[in-house]
């Protein structure tokens, strides 16, 4: 076979695809500690058998959303074994974006042979109820990206899943999970919902950070490869990578690229150059970012992408001579120390650079460590090339 065929699935970092597959579900969330405390304080008392819960999950691209609400509902299954029989739903929005697409849904998910048409959205809803009382069942009913049905339709669905056991005798039928991308999805409700749904039950997630992103990766890895493939400064960059986003999938994205990388390449360990920006992912620099820079920002830009072509970081001081030597190179005499120093902030404050400090390894106070995240450094290196070019 052929040689490049071999290095396919060679498996010589990669022991475990599974964990990088987009629907697996990982063993642990990682980081969301506080998260989970609240899901279970908002679930209080869901081991009582007339009572029913919701709650909203809010959370920007990425933030765990729904991995979070699966596990949550996963494990409370578990834990109520033998005190309440829970049946689980979980449906995506996205796919199934009409009221009677989502009833369909849950009622073929209790019944499979729930017939697909012939009956009104009422009636499937009486039907969903009768099954679960039958059964001794309680629904846990997670509604992903609600705001596609919302936006779709209304939230009328919402009102009468909400509304299910009122005037009945039998209560607590169904327990309701939202989850939205959407910040306001709430005040997408009219007042009757949200007094029902209850402010207190909304959980907003921050977009993560860049500890929680490494630590993220690094379950990954832990699962999937081999011992000592993956080294702290490659779970390090992915993290600084990502954190411009705070988005799991981008870090977890990013280290199978690399990892794919290094197999193709033969090697049995990822080094950090395995690690690039994702050309569709990263928000990408702006021309107009470049063309709206001075002349000297744009030549201390340009010292440091050239550096960080080749490196993953660049010192503050070393910017400062690399600077100094693409001066020399288009024949301008440098700025001076402050205001080397002010246009170094000025590239922050523009997105284009990311800074930190760090203790100095000479022992000569605190450094810069700067970084680009939100590009590829050659091809920013051309575009302020062309723009010198231009003056
Ligand atoms: N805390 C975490 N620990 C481990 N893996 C995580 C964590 N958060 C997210 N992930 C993983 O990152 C990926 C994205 O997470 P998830 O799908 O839950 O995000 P989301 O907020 O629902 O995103 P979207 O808004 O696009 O639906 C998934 O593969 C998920 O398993
Ligand atoms: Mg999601």
Known sequence: MADYLDRIGAGKILIDKDPFSFDWTPPEIVGRDNELNEMATIFHGIDGLNRSCKSVIIGPVGSGKTVLANTFSTKLREKLEGIRDIALAHINCRNYSSTMQVLQRIATTLDPRHPERGFSSGEIIQT??????????????????????????????????????????????????????????????????????????????????????????????????????????????????????????????????????????????????????????????????????????????????????????????????????????????AKGHTTFWKHLKTLEIEGLIDTKTANSVNGRGRTQHITITNASPGELENRIEKALLRE
């Open 128 to 333: 969903i109820r009768r099954n679960l009382i039958t059964h001794g069942k309680h629904l846990l009913l997670i509604l992903d990206e609600i705001d596609v049905l919302v936006r779709n339709e209304s939230a009328e669905l919402i009102y009468r899943l909400l509304r299910i056991d009122e005037g009945r005798e039998e209560k607590g039928t169904i327990s309701l999970i939202m989850v939205s991308q959407e910040e306001n999805l709430m005040s997408r409700f009219e007042s009757a919902i949200i007094s029902r749904l209850g402010l207190s039950n909304v959980l907003k997630l921050e977009p993560y950070n860049e500890e929680q992103l490494v630590n993220i990766a690094r379950q990954r890895a832990e699962l999937a490869c081999r011992k000592g493939s993956i080294s702290e400064e490659v779970l390090a960059k992915v993290g600084r990578y990502s954190a411009a986003i705070g988005d799991a999938r981008l870090s977890i994205e990013l280290l199978e690229a690399a990892i794919r990388r290094a197999e193709v390449d033969g090697r049995d360990e990822v080094l950090t150059e395995d690690i690039e920006p994702s050309e569709f992912r990263v928000t990408s620099i702006e021309p107009s970012q470049v063309d709206i820079l001075s002349k000297h920002q744009r030549l201390v830009l340009l010292g440091i992408c050239r550096r960080l072509k080749k490196k993953d970081l660049v010192s503050s001081g070393d910017a400062k001579k690399l600077y100094i030597l693409v001066c020399e190179e288009y024949g301008v005499k």
